[in-house]
């Protein structure tokens, strides 16, 4: 249980960190003020899109499955970028084009990619040195 909360709070953590990036890059009506002053407002943006990633995504990806199959997993890019431009939106302060969260959905899909495999090879190296 601890393990699976301080993979959480990584993730978070990263999460935040690259919508922070990103607001940076393509963001659309915040104030430099929100942006240099309050961390914690990308906090709460990361936690956003935390969540609708565990609860909303695997609806979304559901209901448009016949969408994905027919495009070849490609409409999983639009999937993505809608949870960024959800999160983002529910957010106080911070807005993006869905343009440029299709973009931010893919890096931090990235992102996430890499982490999982870390966290994957970690885990099977600490199994492998216990037997």
């Known amino acids: 249980m601890k393990k699976q909360f301080t993979v959480f709070l990584f993730r978070w953590l990263l999460n935040s960190f ?49 969408a994905i199959l027919l ?7 639009i999937v993505n970028g809608l949870m960024v431009y959800v999160s983002l939106s529910l957010a106080p302060g911070l807005k993006m084009t869905f343009v440029y969260s299709i973009l931010t959905g893919i890096v931090l899909s990235l992102l996430n990619y890499i982490v999982n495999s870390l966290i994957e090879s970690r885990r099977e190296t600490l199994q492998g040195e216990k037997q």
């Open 18 to 66: 690259g919508l922070w990036l990103f607001v940076r890059l393509f963001g659309t009506g915040y104030s430099d003020e929100l942006i240099n002053s309050s961390a914690w407002v990308f906090l709460l943006a990361g936690l956003i899109f935390s969540v609708v990633n565990a609860i909303l995504r695997p609806i979304v990806v559901i209901l448009s499955l016949p």
């Open 71 to 77: 495009t070849l997993g490609l409409f999983t890019l």
